[in-house]
């Protein structure tokens, strides 16, 4: 593979990189700017519509929520229920959600940051590594 194919690949994989870090950075924002500044509720666990009796449980259940201004919103819950911390129909959870957009709500004490920081870390070394094989490759490719 000529040095020109690997620069080409390297623009690609720095580019992905870049991508997937952005999105970790936006995502971890938007979970702190909620959390600071969003409005806390309790909300009701409920299981969707159309669920059998008979069958397994769907891994994101809705959440039902008043907010300040008496308008009942449901969202999908942002959180998986874990065997650890399951989300039953009829639970009671406190949330914070954004007043400028109610949908976007933050379960207190569930909040998962592990998937932000994991495509930071792993598109910051992309995107490093990448940059580290251009760098090599416009070398190889000067000569």
């Given at each position: 593979m000529?040095?020109?194919?690997?620069?080409?690949?390297?623009?690609?994989?720095?580019?992905?990189?870049?991508?997937?870090?952005?999105?970790g950075?936006?995502?971890?924002?938007?979970?702190?700017?909620?959390?600071?500044?969003?409005?806390?509720?309790?909300?009701?666990v409920?299981?969707?519509?159309?669920?059998?009796?008979?069958?397994?449980?769907?891994?994101?259940?809705?959440?039902?929520?008043?907010?300040?201004?008496?308008r009942v919103?449901?969202?999908?819950?942002p959180?998986?229920?874990?065997?650890?911390?399951?989300?039953?129909?009829?639970?009671r959870?406190?949330?914070?959600?954004d007043?400028?957009?109610p949908?976007?709500?933050?379960v207190?004490?569930?909040?998962?940051?592990?998937?932000?920081?994991?495509?930071i870390?792993g598109g910051?070394?992309?995107?490093?590594?990448?940059?580290?094989?251009?760098?090599?490759a416009?070398g190889?490719?000067?000569?």
């Amino acid at each position: 593979m000529g040095a020109g194919a690997v620069a080409v690949l390297a623009v690609i994989a720095a580019f992905g990189g870049a991508l997937a870090l952005l999105a970790g950075v936006h995502g971890l924002r938007q979970v702190r700017r909620v959390q600071r500044t969003g409005v806390c509720v309790p909300a009701l666990v409920k299981q969707p519509p159309g669920r059998g009796a008979d069958e397994p449980a769907r891994p994101r259940p809705l959440l039902q929520f008043v907010t300040d201004d008496d308008r009942v919103v449901e969202v999908v819950c942002p959180v998986a229920p874990t065997r650890r911390r399951p989300l039953a129909d009829g639970d009671r959870v406190l949330l914070r959600y954004d007043p400028a957009d109610p949908r976007t709500v933050v379960v207190q004490d569930r909040e998962r940051l592990g998937l932000e920081r994991a495509f930071i870390t792993g598109g910051g070394i992309v995107l490093l590594l990448s940059l580290t094989v251009l760098a090599m490759a416009s070398g190889a490719y000067g000569r």
